[in-house]
């Protein structure tokens, strides 16, 4: 087998190399965020796309009760017990087995299986490969076993694996982009609903460019579900004194939290002020694309960075100084922290002929200032979770 094979003949033919049958082979991508950031879980919205990085499984039943899990990535493999799905030792299994849990609380029957499991979605970057690996294991499984899901049913089974069972309380933007992505397109999401319409991808002479700042700090998941919770905090105390049936901060006016400065603690203030601005910056962003105007697109992430860095308090030095980096450089129209934050990629739109020098540039300079090499993605989109043929 060569390793220069595409990842999802490798991964069939390391399956068959172990099962000696075959299986069943399905990819689903990573996905970059444009703006909406942490306002997924406030029922707000977002503007992810697919990209053309994903986690790719090979998959079929192994005819007993326990399955042989392998990963290319960490070569490493764990054999599964199907009676007793619980948390395991190895971390890359847990994200299969979070599924499987899921799964097999629908009440349908899943039988054991036997995968091989890799991926392209770097780990750590931002570009949610846990959610990229979850969407495939349950694409897989709902073809496998006729489970009857449609992509919108996967997308919140996937999120459930990840909030119960890895115990991270994100929301349903990744896993959504991962099952509902379109080549060339962006997906503007209403986390209320679920409803969503496709942007074309058009920015002229720009790109979307990826600055991975190479660190992920540790406190990222506990300090998310931190967040969330602060977010409920906001929430009840809008419903106590103003409206009991405020379902989200989605339906909290700026105004209203402005008016309350001085009843709510610091951080809850802050918190909710950048999710009420963040959600109607989104939708102000999308008419921005609609009507073709990218500078003032990219205004609008200057500022969801300057949000998610003194109000939300999720971004690091690391990405402050790559976002603030770009601001007197005229070929960059906005740039900002993507994803959770502490740490992964900044998102930035960049005339294509000054990509290379920038790169050049900001690689020297962070490297100087923070000691890190500097990654550089180009984001190529890409559609949704697929059988591959
Ligand atoms: C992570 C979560 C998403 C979303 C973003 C922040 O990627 O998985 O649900 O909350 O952070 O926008």
Redesign the pocket.
Known sequence: MSSFAPLHVQVENSFQHHFSRKPLVVSSPGRV?LI??????NDGF?LPAAIDKAAYIAISPSGSTHGKWISLDFSEFVTIDFQNITINSVGWANYILGVVDQAQKLGKPIPAFDCVVVGDVPIGS?M?SS?ALESAVIFALNELYDLGLSRWKMALLA?RA?NEFIG?K?????MFASLHGKVNHVIRLDCRDLSFEYFPIELGDYKIVLFDTGVKHSLADSA?NTRRSECETGLRFFQKHYNPNFKALRDVPIAMVQANRSRLPKEVYDRCLYVTEEIQRTLAACEDLKNGDLAAFGLKMYATHEGLRHLYQ?SCPELDFLADATRDESSVLGARMM???FGGCTINIVHQDAIEGLNERLAKAYQEAMGHKLGMYMVVTGDGAKVQA
């Open positions: 965020n909406g950031e942490h306002t997924d879980y977002v931002g949610s959610a999120q990840e991270v994100c929301g349903i933007m990744d998310y999720v994803g959770g934050g």
